[in-house]
């Protein structure tokens, strides 16, 4: 069983509504949890950096959360553009980088 | 150029075929990494080289042999594929090989379709 494990896989949303991802994980504790995005033929891109201690990291409209007790973390996604339409890839590191399958966002106008 | 480059964007080769897959990073990091992406599954960590030394092989096929002769370069040589191994190949790179603290960039991908 994967240690960090992604949900929904996919989900579509109109543009300007917002969204949140989730990631739960068995890794623990951690050095930092890292939200990518891959756009569509791209590498994944690093969103926020947390720390096992803090709860919250926020990068323009992403706001990334992380409750240490129930070993979960959430991406946020506020007023949606078509350019968030990427997929989202959650990753616990420890000694080595823990991925998850990652959630597809499609925005439509 | 910057960041870090790989070449070729795509390929497709038959199963007795051999090619290499190139990634170059501008970023004077010392860590460089190959990934395998398939499709709805986490990223698969394949190798790993720290200062031109391979550190990490998780127990990859020998049909996948890296290569990396300085810190900026690293290849991935080809043969013998399955079509199994049809997939997105990340490379990456980072400061430092540690506990990975250290943010990895990643390369665009080599979409790779073994026919």
């Known amino acids: 069983k994967n240690q960090v494990e992604q949900s929904p896989q996919s989900l579509i949303i109109l543009e300007g509504k917002n969204c949140t991802l989730q990631?739960?994980?068995?890794?623990?504790?951690?050095?930092?949890l890292r939200w990518y995005k891959q756009d569509t033929g791209r590498g994944p891109v690093s969103l926020t950096i947390?720390?096992?201690?803090?709860n919250t990291k926020s990068n323009g409209r992403y706001t990334a959360t992380l409750d240490a007790d129930t070993k979960q973390s959430s991406l946020h996604i506020t007023a949606s553009q078509l350019s968030d339409s990427a997929s989202y890839i959650c990753?616990?590191?420890?000694?080595?980088?823990?991925f998850g399958a990652g959630t597809t966002v499609t925005v439509r106008a | 150029e910057t960041g870090v480059t790989q070449t070729p964007r795509h390929l497709v080769m038959g199963m007795t075929n051999k090619k290499s897959l190139k990634c170059e990073q501008h970023l004077g990091h010392n860590a460089m990494y190959w990934y395998k992406q398939s499709a709805k599954k986490p990223l698969e960590l394949m190798f790993v080289?720290?200062?031109?030394?391979?550190?990490e092989n998780n127990s990859v096929p020998s049909r996948f042999s890296p290569e990396c002769p300085n810190s900026s370069h690293l290849f991935l040589h080809l043969h013998t594929l399955q079509p199994e191994d049809s997939a997105l190949y990340l490379c990456?790179?980072?400061?430092?090989?540690?506990?990975?603290?250290?943010?990895?960039?990643f390369g665009p991908g080599t979409r790779l379709t073994v026919l």
């Open positions: 947390m720390t096992f201690s803090e």
């Open positions: 080289y720290n200062f031109k030394e391979q550190t």
């Open positions: 990456a790179s980072s400061q430092e090989l540690g506990t990975g603290g250290d943010e990895q960039f």
């Open positions: 990753v616990v590191s420890v000694h080595k980088l823990s």
């Open positions: 990631c739960n994980y068995t890794v623990s504790p951690f050095s930092n």
